[in-house]
């Protein structure tokens, strides 16, 4: 029997490409669309209907079945409660990463099972391959060969047992290649612009969309010195290292009058907002971090005291570094370089070359 396999289709060229690439390679495809969010499902940031559309329209010309699912219920006590409890304790929380390990590769693997799948494949910029070593065998998760568009960091928190189900048809493609092939089939998405948003807010103001769920408790903001120079909102509606949306204008009577702000701590004690001037002020560098939460995607922990390079966040290139400690629930890595706006709730991923082996969320 021909082997099927279920594609997540979000209706974006990723998604549908690895669909008809599938297809083209004979196996029995099937396009499965999540619906994920029910909140304001009518608003102008939510492209749901649009994206089911698209999802209908590729599915025709590849010529495969499409199901819809809706995992909304899942998804909000799965991801966002936890996202709302991590913004509450004055942390930032990277919703796509718990999204990927709960949704879109457990719920979503789980469902593809019962529709008799034994594997199941997405549009994400990664690769899985297989080692074999004394009679036993394991996989690795890997950058893409897109190297600009990798997403193995929302990916480390997945398990040897979810790897082991998954296909990445995109791991050898750069993106260029994906709309050519996308236009070369006629694909109706072919030159849909990429999603930015996370997975529920889309593209929407971020404060307006959090302050529906989460109340605003305004207090002091003031420097490292103990100067009061405004107010803020909330300590939830700030992350470290943010520069817009703080309200402080020049000041001519500090020391630098025309450097911009920066968001540099959070004082939860005493519901405190520390601000500090210039990109590069010292508060705002990292030599070291604490990560607890941990997932290793490699199947185990690396090895202490060996040297890796490690992402803070996504948009980062790779930072040299050495595991320092390491144990069952925490985690310390110390960087060569001291890092930039290192910041509570988002997770520091750890590489050994390409090779991704996990991480854990940064406390």
């Known amino acids: 029997m021909t082997e099927r396999i279920v594609v997540g289709m979000s209706g974006g060229v990723d998604s549908s490409v690895a669909a008809l690439l599938l297809k083209r ?51 909000r006590e799965r991801v966002f409660s936890e ?45 899985v391959r297989t080692v074999r070593e004394a009679g036993a065998s394991r996989h690795e998760l890997v950058k893409a060969a897109d190297r ?51 997975c529920f807010i889309g593209e929407r103001p971020f404060r307006e969309f959090l302050n529906r769920y989460l109340p605003r408790k305004p207090g002091a903001m003031r420097t490292p010195e103990g100067r009061v120079i405004g107010e803020h909102i909330g300590l939830a509606f700030y992350t470290i290292g943010q520069r817009k949306g703080i309200g402080v204008g020049g000041m001519k009577e500090t020391d630098s009058p025309g450097a911009p702000w920066y968001v540099a701590a959070k004082d939860m004690a005493r519901n405190e907002l520390v601000v500090v001037q210039g990109h ?37 290139a790779d930072a040299p570094c050495r595991i320092a400690e390491l144990d069952a629930e925490t985690l310390t890595v110390e960087f060569d370089s001291p890092q930039w706006a290192v910041t509570p709730g988002q997770s520091v991923v750890v590489y050994r070359d390409e090779v991704c082996l996990g991480g854990g969320v940064i406390q």
């Open 25 to 75: 390679q004979g196996y029995d495809v099937v396009g499965l669309f999540m619906k994920n969010w029910e909140d304001d499902d009518d608003d102008e940031y939510c492209s749901t209907r649009q994206d089911l559309v698209d999802v209908a329209s590729v599915a025709d010309v590849i010529g495969i079945e499409l199901e819809v699912v809706n995992f909304s219920a899942e998804y």
């Open 83 to 127: 996202f709302l409890r991590e913004y509450s304790a004055g942390r930032t929380p990277n919703p796509d990463v718990l999204c990927n390990a709960e949704i879109k590769f457990r719920a979503f693997l789980d469902h593809a099972v019962a529709m008799g799948a034994q594997r199941i494949a997405t549009g994400h910029y990664a690769g």
């Open 148 to 198: 600009a568009k990798d997403q193995s960091y929302f990916l480390h928190r997945l398990t040897q047992e979810q790897l082991a189900r998954v296909v990445f048809p995109l791991a050898a493609l750069r993106k260029p290649e994906v709309r050519g092939i996308a236009r070369e089939a006629n694909l109706p998405v072919a030159e849909k612009k990429d999603s930015t948003g996370i």
């Open 280 to 316: 590069d002020h010292p508060l705002l560098q990292r030599s070291s971090l604490v990560a607890q939460d941990l997932a290793w995607v490699a199947g185990s922990p690396p090895s202490a005291s060996r040297d890796y390079a490690a992402k803070t966040r996504y948009r980062q």
